[in-house]
């Protein structure tokens, strides 16, 4: 892979987007995504500190969750705030990596990625549900590095 814009195409980007403003229909969780090219660490470590850069920890119930694609490292993470890791099980992100596992081992990074944002946004629902009130506190779009 040459740049990280030829990861994904512009419609699946738009995909990308509208799988993560229907998952957060159904919580008041705040997700995103982030592709770079390389990861030179853990991908955890990198994906906590991409979430800090992209002010993820700011929501105001701590509950924002980032999906970390390093591509030609074929690495990803998935990282929750503290608002969320207080409250749910220790193994509450399992089914949600493996969601993406499955698809990026065939190479459908897109249907990964989705697959993903969906569990996620199921799985959320239960510890933050949907409010009438909620506001989108972190922009819907894809961020690369």
């Known amino acids: 892979m040459s740049k990280v814009e030829d990861f994904l195409t512009k419609e699946e980007e738009q995909l990308i987007i509208a799988s993560i403003q229907k998952a957060e229909k159904n919580t008041s969780g705040e997700i995103r995504v982030h592709i770079e ?70 190479e459908n990074y897109l249907q990964g990625i989705v697959n993903g944002i969906e569990e996620c946004g199921l799985k959320l629902k239960t510890f933050f549900p949907y409010q009438s009130n909620d506001e989108n506190e972190l922009p819907d779009e894809i961020s690369k590095g």
């Open 37 to 106: 090219k390389t990861c030179e660490k853990l991908p955890v470590e990198r994906a906590q500190e991409v979430f800090y850069q992209l002010k993820m920890e700011t929501t105001a119930a701590q509950n924002g969750v980032l999906f970390y694609v390093a591509v030609d490292s074929k690495q990803f993470a998935i990282v929750g705030d503290v608002g969320i890791d207080k409250v749910v099980p220790n193994d509450f992100w399992e089914s949600v990596k493996d969601a993406l596992i499955t698809e990026f081992k065939n």
